[in-house]
């Protein structure tokens, strides 16, 4: 049974420029979530999808950031007009619902230049 | 969410248990007790979680003390390979996890 993956591993993107990280969560998990850890830094909670459903979003970023787990395919974290502040690494963790536990993935390094 | 709180680091022996303490003193009835770890920059690893009673697994055991404000992780044989960063956190069903500093461990030789 394959783990969280997530894609892609590491993202340089410019000042200005769209990140899209997508996780595909464990089989049989329906609910994700996305946490960040900037250098050195805790991780922080930022959103909780289910499919097809935003759950609890507190954790996100006023503008620029959206997340969505559609239906079909991974979950997609999308960072808009990226700034060098978003540099982190974004990890999702999974897990079947709401009361198990989430399980994460190895993340993606998000360089911004 | 409860706050806990666990010494900023501590080393240990390679092949000496580990044990290593977290104090949750405002932990509610329903919230469980969870711990992780992070190796260097990998993603969080969980460890083992419980509510009342003490669990163990194939990696750990977690001692939770009557009054549940306080919990012990034990590593039983610490290998190099348990050098971490590892985190208590107390959660309610169905919430997100908040991590606060963690203890880093260092097993030596």
């Known amino acids: 049974n394959a783990g969280v993956m997530q894609n892609p591993r590491h993202l340089v993107r410019r000042r200005g420029q769209e990140a899209r990280l997508r996780c595909s969560p464990m089989?049989?998990?329906?609910?994700v979530y996305w946490y960040r850890q900037l250098p050195e830094e805790g991780l922080k909670f930022m959103v909780y999808?289910?499919?097809?459903?935003?759950?609890?979003e507190s954790g996100m970023p006023k503008e620029r950031f959206s997340a969505e787990f559609p239906k079909e395919g991974p979950s997609i974290l999308r960072i808009q007009q990226v700034v060098r502040g978003d540099s982190a690494a974004y990890f999702c963790?999974?897990?079947?619902?709401?009361?198990?536990?989430?399980?994460f993935g190895p993340g993606t390094r998000l360089l911004v230049l | 969410d409860a706050k806990t709180t666990q010494p900023p680091s501590m080393d240990c022996a390679e092949g000496r248990a580990a044990n290593l303490p977290c104090n949750h003193s405002?932990?509610?009835?329903?919230?469980?007790v969870y711990w992780y770890r992070q190796i260097h920059s990998q993603g969080p690893q969980y460890i083992i979680h419980?509510?009342?009673n003490n669990e163990t697994n194939e990696m750990a055991s977690l001692i939770i003390t009557e009054d549940r404000k306080s919990s012990t992780l034990i590593l039983p044989h610490a290998t190099l390979r348990d050098t971490a960063v590892y985190y208590c956190?107390?959660?309610?069903?169905?919430?997100?996890?908040?991590f606060g500093g963690g203890t880093r461990v260092l097993v030596q030789p």
């Open positions: 089989k049989g998990h329906s609910h």
């Open positions: 405002t932990i509610s009835g329903n919230e469980y």
């Open positions: 963790a999974s897990s079947p619902n709401k009361q198990e536990t989430q399980y």
């Open positions: 956190i107390v959660r309610p069903v169905g919430n997100k996890l908040t």
């Open positions: 999808l289910q499919k097809e459903n935003i759950i609890d």
């Open positions: 419980g509510l009342k």
